[in-house]
């Protein structure tokens, strides 16, 4: 398995401010790298050992956060005329290991819940349109999830 840094994903360490009477989990600044616009921001959920299958957003760029649980993301390049066509990279993100994963437009996610209460904040760079994502099976994309 190709496991090069995919050609525009970003990892960026956030910071995590503890206070005694609640703490303080950063998200994203507009002049940080990944920021390429607001569109909307949202919440999503998935159970533990649930995996949501894969989707690419055509246009979109997502910055994932998740100040909840832990959850696994895989992501895939099969972009024509990108330098790391094939690649696969695994990401998990969770309180304890608190980063922000930018994924530009055309790169294929699918993501399984690890933990027992799992959140992740998608920070989008464009509002929800129906028609400007394509999904697959779980099976269409090579990848061992256990």
């Not at 920021?35 to 919440?43: H, L, M, S, T």
Request: hydrophobic share 40%; proline share 8%.
């Amino acid at each position: 398995m190709d496991t090069r840094m995919i050609d525009g994903v970003i990892l960026t360490p956030l910071r995590q401010i503890q206070h005694p009477q609640g703490d303080v989990f950063h998200g994203m600044k507009k002049s940080d790298a990944g920021f390429a616009g607001f569109g909307e921001a949202y919440f999503s959920t998935v159970r533990k050992g649930d995996i949501k299958a894969w989707k690419k957003h055509l246009s979109m760029t997502l910055n994932i956060i998740v100040p909840t649980g832990e959850i696994r993301f895989v992501l895939f390049d099969d972009r024509p005329v990108s330098p790391t066509k094939g690649a696969t990279n695994e990401f998990t993100l969770s309180p304890d290991n608190y980063y922000r994963l930018t994924v530009p437009p055309q790169v294929w996610m699918a993501f399984q819940g690890l933990g027992d209460d799992n959140r992740l904040l998608n920070i989008a760079s464009m509002e929800h349109v129906p028609d400007e994502m394509e999904r697959l099976p779980l099976t269409a994309i090579p990848y061992c999830w256990s």
